[in-house]
């Protein structure tokens, strides 16, 4: 499985930003997607997970903020933020696996197995 993570860049703080996450060679139709961010620092924390069910996930700073999703082909994997601080800044990545994760396990980045690039994030203050 290749994921290729696009959408990054400048915002303002307060302002919005949709990043994306493409898979080829499977679908998201099953297991587990998710969104993790590192900034320089500090170590990679999970954003949002999103489950083959539909049940999301969400770190409780981001909570009524962002917004994961997938589209209908289940293809692509969607990471709208709204309300962006400087502290939300970093380096977000998309990883999966094909396990449908409990939720107890689904903030440890070691239970994924495929991972994207990574897209900057920049908030300006």
């Known amino acids: 499985v290749q994921l290729q993570a696009s959408g990054g860049g400048l915002v303002q703080t307060g302002g919005s930003l949709r990043i994306s996450c493409t898979a080829s060679?499977?679908?998201?139709?099953?297991?587990?997607m998710a969104w993790f961010r590192q900034a320089p620092g500090t170590e990679r924390e999970i954003v949002a997970a999103i489950r083959w069910t539909g049940n999301t996930y969400y770190r409780d700073s981001v909570k009524g903020r962002f917004t994961i999703s997938r589209d209908a082909a289940k293809t692509t994997m969607y990471l709208q933020m709204n309300s962006l601080k400087p502290e939300d800044a970093a380096v977000y990545y998309c990883a999966t696996t094909s396990r449908a994760l409990i939720l107890s396990t689904v903030p440890d980045d070691t239970f994924y197995d495929d991972w994207g690039q990574g897209t900057q994030v920049t908030v300006s203050s």
């Open positions: 060679g499977r679908t998201f139709s099953s297991g587990t």
